[in-house]
T-cell receptor, first 113, second 117 residues
Framework: AQSVTQLGSHVSVSEGALVLLRCNYS??????LFWYVQYPNQGLQLLLK??????LVKGINGFEAEFKKSETSFHLTKPSAHMSDAAEYFC???????????FGKGTRLHILP | EAGVAQSPRYKIIEKRQSVAFWCNPI?????LYWYQQILGQGPKLLIQ????????DSQLPKDRFSAERLKGVDSTLKIQPAKLEDSAVYLC???????????????FGPGTRLTVL
């Protein structure tokens, strides 16, 4: 079945430390993949996307993600965490390239001072 | 450019009551989506419109949920009667029409948080 799986519902990192949020997908065709961020009581904001071309994609706020077809992964990273990065992060994909987005369950990122 | 607008932002009702949510998409966006986001989960697509026609409503609980987009712009999502498990955030999103081989970004509104008591 086509799906998006996020590993870890909660991740805590210290301010200044590396952020790594994991995402794997299952798709029968090359997908479009996304990371969204959601701050409390706000809608979803697109952080970055992979559609075609370069597999390492850079997004806003210093985040980046790498599409690895062999590992069916699209992990999100940021070299140095900032307090303002505390939020819920959703990995998502158009797994059939049909305008229908399937979301993972989300990972809440906590930043420790 | 104005974003996707939704109202109300918050709604509290008792079970068995009815409720309606409104969405105004970005100007020129022909495709409109309603998602349900239950606490602790990712958004789940309820219904997708292309102009005023339904493209996909396979995940919409049609015994109690209905949605319309009569003039191909604004949309309303209704729940009647509401159940406790309908407590969630209801997100509206819009995008340009699907093009063959293309990618269209979905832009999300702030959502309506529904609490059913």
């Amino acid at each position: 079945a086509q799906s998006v799986t996020q590993l870890g519902s909660h991740v805590s990192v210290s301010e200044g430390a590396l952020v790594l949020l994991r995402c794997n997908y299952s798709s029968s065709v090359p997908p479009y993949l996304f990371w969204y961020v959601q701050y409390p009581n706000q809608g979803l904001q697109l952080l970055l996307k992979y559609t075609t071309g370069a597999t390492l994609v850079k997004g806003i706020n210093g985040f980046e993600a790498e599409f690895k077809k062999s590992e069916t992964s699209f992990h999100l990273t940021k070299p140095s965490a900032h307090m303002s990065d505390a939020a819920e992060y959703f990995c998502a994909g158009e797994l059939n390239r049909d305008d229908k987005i399937i979301f993972g369950k989300g990972t809440r990122l906590h930043i420790l001072p | 450019e104005a974003g996707v607008a939704q109202s109300p932002r918050y709604k509290i009702i008792e079970k068995r009551q009815s409720v309606a949510f409104w969405c105004n998409p970005i100007s020129g966006h022909a495709t409109l989506y309603w998602y349900q986001q239950i606490l602790g989960q990712g958004p789940k697509l309820l219904i997708q419109f292309q102009n005023n026609g339904v493209v996909d409503d396979s995940q919409l609980p049609k015994d109690r949920f209905s949605a319309e987009r009569l003039k191909g712009v604004d949309s309303t999502l209704k729940i009647q009667p509401a159940k406790l498990e309908d407590s969630a955030v209801y997100l509206c999103a819009s995008s340009l029409p699907l093009r063959s081989g293309g990618y269209n970004e979905q832009f999300f509104g702030p959502g309506t948080r529904l609490t059913v008591l």
